[in-house]
């Protein structure tokens, strides 16, 4: 069948399916890729200015259970109806994003962030199950193609409009991701129509019991459970991404000469997209993972496809290892954008082999049981990625705590970070104290103190990865 008869055989549901999708994770990945910097800038730029090790407790656990809920809110969807689920969904993002806008307390911060992604573990098990329900044997595989390649657009703009916005003020960030869940509340009252499901006659709570079970089931394959908790350490590493390199990049890294370049191109261009200081921010520039993923998915996918996916995995994850050493290791935005590229590749080449690993696996009466414990190390690497991104990432790369490491070896007392005196006033007084200028506090801590020291701790557990991977292969497997 022609690809022009393929698309044909969509129907207007599908295509809902795939819209909601788009404006969900441009509203998600807008606000989540600024959501680090957010948490721990300094309070006089409209940011919270909380500790990295309290950034790492609210995003891991809240992330975590993203990923975790999904294996329940799923039977409650298939028992309430989608289109219902999908409101309650919409009506928990709006009033998380507004609820994280205006608290400004750890406690009540960590609680809104909960509240939220509740509301994606609402969302996230729907859509993928309505382009299931939408497409069929002849259809499926371009049919996910296009809901993959949705995923990444809103990806890449939502990041990529948050690093414009957030130039002008924190609100804005929030506000657009509002306006786009508010969009696809629009689109589900008046397009999204409730797909016919065969319902069970047991009451939620059964369900739910089910559920457990079913993942209890899964689990007594040994040789499953071990591959899953070695794929551990590969979301660990690759949460990275979000949790700590916006970080490292705003408080280490140079983006002037990214922002010359695109200026040379076109000035309009850089004066929209850039910073008032002729920089380019860490959403904008970690945006471009996304970006790479619509443009080389395809390719990376044909090369991949003629290996087998647990070797696929291997090669990519040791691709990943490699792509996050050039990003945490040194300060110069032209090698950290191709950290990120070379990153994207092994993520191209990795997460999907993952998936399509498990559907070869299970078998072909588990194959769905199996799919939905695939979420069980994604929450799990969320969990252990904000940890170590937490005071882990804190006593070997933050510049403010190092800062202070370098005024109590010198004897030199100030008053502490609060609501009266900021981050950046911090700093400053600090730089005046040393007699250094900012720019020069920040390269001698860079020189006498290494942060990029964490490069070896992010590529390490990818590489462990593959090594686990490896063993997995010759000696569970017994593959020659």
């Given at each position: 069948m022609g690809i022009i008869q393929i698309f044909r055989k969509y129907n207007s549901l599908f295509w809902v399916s795939n819209i909601i999708e788009l404006f969900e994770?441009?509203?998600?990945?807008?606000?989540?890729?600024?959501?680090?910097?957010?948490?721990?800038?300094?309070?006089?730029t409209g940011a919270l200015g909380l500790s990295q090790a309290e950034k790492g407790i609210i995003m891991g656990t809240g992330s975590m259970l993203l990923y975790l809920l999904p294996l329940f809110t799923g039977a409650l969807a298939d028992k309430l109806g989608y289109r219902r689920m999908l409101f309650v969904a919409f009506i928990l993002y709006l009033s998380g994003f507004?609820?994280?806008?205006?608290?400004?307390?750890?406690?009540?911060?960590?609680?809104?962030?909960?509240?939220?992604?509740?509301?994606?573990?609402?969302?996230k098990p729907i859509i993928s199950a309505m382009i299931a329900r939408t497409t069929d044997s002849e259809t499926s595989s371009i049919g996910f193609g296009i809901f993959y390649m949705m995923v990444n657009i809103g990806g890449f703009i939502g990041p990529f409009t948050a690093g414009i916005l957030l130039n002008k003020s924190w609100d804005d960030v929030f506000y657009m991701s509002m306006t786009a869940i508010g969009v696809n509340f629009l689109i589900t009252l008046f397009f999204f129509r409730e797909p016919h499901i065969a319902g069970s006659d047991l009451p939620v709570w059964k369900n739910m019991v089910r559920a457990l079970r079913n993942i209890g089931e899964t689990l007594v394959n040994w040789r499953y459970l071990i591959f899953l908790m070695i794929m551990i350490l590969f979301w660990t590493a690759f949460n990275q991404l979000y949790y700590s390199f916006p970080v490292f990049v705003d408080q280490w890294v140079d983006t002037s000469m990214l922002y010359r370049a695109i200026s040379a191109v076109s000035p309009s261009l850089a004066g929209t997209i850039g910073t008032e200081e002729g920089t380019l921010s860490a959403v904008t520039l970690s945006s471009m993972d996304a970006f790479f993923i619509i443009v080389?998915?395809?390719?990376?996918?044909?090369?991949?496809?003629?290996?087998?996916?647990?070797?696929?995995?291997?090669?990519?994850?040791?691709?990943?290892?490699?792509?996050?050493?050039?990003?945490?290791?040194?300060?110069?935005?032209?090698?950290?954008?191709?950290?990120?590229?070379?990153?994207?590749?092994?993520?191209?080449?990795?997460?999907?082999?993952?998936?399509?690993?498990?559907?070869?696996?299970?078998?072909?009466?588990?194959?769905?049981?199996?799919?939905?414990?695939?979420f069980l190390p994604v929450a799990a690497g969320h969990q252990l990625a904000g940890w170590l991104s937490g005071g882990v990432f804190e006593r070997i790369s933050d510049k403010h705590y190092l800062l202070g490491l370098e005024l109590s070896q010198r004897g030199i007392s100030l008053p502490a970070v609060s609501d009266i005196f900021s981050k950046n006033e911090f700093w400053q007084e600090a730089a005046v104290r040393l007699e250094m200028s900012s720019s020069g506090l920040q390269t001698f801590l860079w020189n006498n103190y290494h942060p990029s020291r964490i490069w070896y701790l992010y590529s390490g557990i990818a590489v462990t990865a593959v090594v686990l991977l490896w063993i997995y292969d010759r000696w569970i497997l017994k593959r020659p």
């Open positions: 994770r441009w509203a998600w990945y807008g606000f989540y890729m600024a959501f680090a910097l957010y948490l721990v800038n300094s309070k006089d507004y609820m994280i806008r205006s608290f400004d307390s750890f406690g009540w911060v960590f609680f809104a962030f909960v509240w939220t992604c509740t509301g994606g573990a609402f969302f080389f998915q395809l390719m990376v996918s044909a090369f991949v496809m003629r290996y087998r996916p647990l070797t696929a995995m291997m090669g990519g994850i040791l691709v990943v290892a490699g792509g996050l050493s050039l990003m945490f290791s040194n300060q110069n935005g032209w090698l950290i954008l191709l950290g990120i590229f070379v990153f994207g590749l092994g993520e191209m080449a990795s997460s999907p082999k993952f998936t399509e690993y498990i559907g070869r696996i299970a078998p072909d009466d588990k194959k769905a049981l199996y799919m939905g414990t695939s």
